[in-house]
Every structure is written in C-alpha cells, then in structure tokens.
C-alpha cells in the first residue's frame, strides 16, 4: 500500500506517518530524512545537487523526484510507502504516479490532514526539536534534552507568529492545486480536521485507521 500525507506544518504528518507506518507495516519516507541520508553518503549521485539544502535553498522538482525514484527501489520499501513532505508540488505529483506505475505499484490512499489555526499556532509555537534525532516535542512535556539523545531540545527560529503565517499561506497556495489533482484523479482520498488539542496522536490516529475502514481501505 502507497499513501500520501498531505498537511500544513503542524498538522502532525510526521506524526501520524510514523504510527500509521508501524501500524500498517509500511515505511515512512520524508523527503527531509531521505537528504540528510544523501548528504552523508558523498559517493551517492545525487550528493552534490543536494548541496543546495546546507545553504537553506530549495531543490528543484527534477532533484526531489530523482532522489524519491531512487529511494522507493530499496527492498525493505517494497512493502509500501508513506509518502511525506513529498509530493509538494503538480510536477512532483505526475513524476511520482509516473514513477509508481511504472513499478506497477499506485498510489491507494491520500491523507490530507488538517488542523484549526489555533491548533497549528500552539503546536508550533510551543515546538521543540532534538538537533541530534530531528524528534519532536513540545514544551507542555516540560523536556529539559531529548530523551533518546540526552542532549538539549532547540528551538526553530522561524517557529514565531509571523513566519508562521507565511508559512501556512504559501502551504494553502501551494496545495490547493494538489488537492484539485487527486480529487480529479481515482485515488481515494481521506480528510482528517483536527479540531481542538485534546486528542493523543494515538486517538487522532485510530481515527484515521476508523475512515480508511469506512472506505474500505483497510
Ligand atoms: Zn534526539
């Protein structure tokens, strides 16, 4: 099975991709892990188009969809992906379907999920990240280091009201279009709103898996 998550910065993609992952037997591939990964293998193709990323740039369609096409061809993703971050874009969206049937392996399912701005707003804003593991948490947990890393959580400094806003902006703008392209398209297609912080990530997660039984996804 191949899912799509779609969803603003703090909508907890990351999140519900790593449980659904673990729950379904898939593997979650972000397009920010699978970058790092490149960018510590200086042998690999595509080490120095990504180079781009250290200085905080974008990397073009034609780069993401080579470095996805490359990833999805390992063996233990045979099994199905979770698509994450990725695609961002209508040419990252056609690459990917082209990509997948040529594999004979489609997309089954996307997930678009989605929270009230005021939820977005307080996970954001209270976000707090390990440099080390790139794991997420949030201050309300009152973590003083990571728990995995022992080192100290940091903070983003784009993580404030105003980029936030920008950033959810340029998220809608760019989004829209891929909503319209795979409600045009067969796949099925999932909406989970969140509406109010006082669910668990597991709650809003069983959620999910209780729709994708509805449609008889699963
Ligand atoms: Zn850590």
Redesign the pocket.
């Known amino acids: 099975m191949n899912i799509i998550l779609l969803g603003p910065p703090g909508s907890g993609k990351g999140t519900q991709g790593s449980l659904l992952a673990k729950r379904l037997h898939l593997k979650q591939l972000s397009t920010g892990d699978l970058f790092r990964e490149i960018l510590n293998h200086p042998t690999h193709p595509l080490y120095s188009e990504l180079q781009v990323v250290k200085e905080g740039k974008l990397v073009s369609d034609d780069v993401v969809n080579k470095a996805v096409a490359d990833a999805i061809q390992k063996p233990e993703l045979r099994n199905g992906v979770i698509f994450d971050g990725y695609p961002r874009t209508i040419a990252q969206a056609e690459a990917l379907d082209e990509i997948l049937s040529g594999m004979g392996r489609p997309i089954d399912l996307v997930i678009e999920l989605d929270a009230v701005p005021e939820v977005l707003f307080f996970r954001i804003l209270g976000r707090q990240i ?1 440099p ?4 997420v948490f949030h201050e309300r947990q009152h973590l003083k280091e ?1 728990p ?2 022992h ?1 100290p959580l940091i903070r983003r400094k784009d993580d404030n009201k105003e980029t936030i806003r920008k950033r959810l902006e340029e998220y809608k703008s760019k989004t829209a279009p891929l909503r319209d392209y795979y409600h045009n398209s067969e796949t099925a297609y999932i909406r989970f709103l969140v509406q109010d912080d006082s669910k668990t990530p597991q709650e809003i997660n069983d959620g999910i898996m209780e729709q994708m039984k509805q449609k008889s996804i699963l």
Request: hydrophobic share 20%; aromatic share 0%; net charge positive.
């Open positions: 390990c080390n593991c790139k794991r990571c995995v890393c080192i």
